[in-house]
């Protein structure tokens, strides 16, 4: 049973960087999957922040692209969000997920998820 | 279009059908997945592909899609599906980008 789980600072200041990593447990992050960052402002839906292969490979929301980078650590079984320049926009519970489907396909979902961890974008 | 639009909110009595859709050009490139969410939890994926449950979902739940609309069913609703459901595929202008929809509140009567 594959586990994933997030961990980072609660708070940071607007105009820092938010970082985040998940921790991936019950199987490799070198398997044929991408893994993903979604994010949901309290009371608000889901938004797909982006994507990465184990190989580095990267996919990101065009709308987050200047401020986002994800980075995968095989060594440690992980992967890591870097958000730059955060407002209080950015406040939200971000989740990591693991991607299924294969290119060439019309499959696409996310089988596992992360609980979640609320970052607070506060002075 | 890289949108897709569901409706805000939905009721069905106990023990009836509901159907939740979504709409979006990519939903003819891609099947819908769709996932549950209760307050305070992480989303669970409750349909995949072109009508897959994941181990331990009801089978009450059930998936379908046609031109740009896909439709999450659930036959028999019960007090504990009341939540909030969110339709997922990727978009099909090539950027490889996730797309969300808004989520729908389903209350069971």
Sequence with gaps: ?123 | SSELTQDPAVSVALGQTVRITCQGDSLRSYYASWYQQKPGQAPVLVIYGKNNRPSGIPDRFSGSSSGNTASLTITGAQAEDEADYYCNSRDSSGNHRGVFGGGTKLTVL
């Design chain 1, 1 to 123: 049973q594959v586990q994933l789980q997030e961990s980072g600072p609660g708070l940071v200041k607007p105009s820092g960087t938010l970082s985040l990593t998940c921790a991936v447990s019950g199987g490799s992050i070198s398997s044929s999957n991408w893994w993903s960052w979604v994010r949901q402002p309290p009371g608000k839906g889901l938004e797909w922040i982006g994507e990465i292969y184990h190989s580095g490979s990267t996919n990101y929301n065009p709308s987050l692209k200047s401020r986002v980078t994800i980075s995968v650590d095989k060594s440690k079984n992980q992967f890591s969000l870097k958000l730059s320049s955060v407002t209080a926009a950015d406040t939200a519970v971000y989740y990591c997920a693991r991607d299924q489907g294969a290119a060439g396909t019309r499959v696409y979902y996310f089988d596992y998820w992360g609980q979640g961890t609320l970052v607070t974008v506060s002075s």
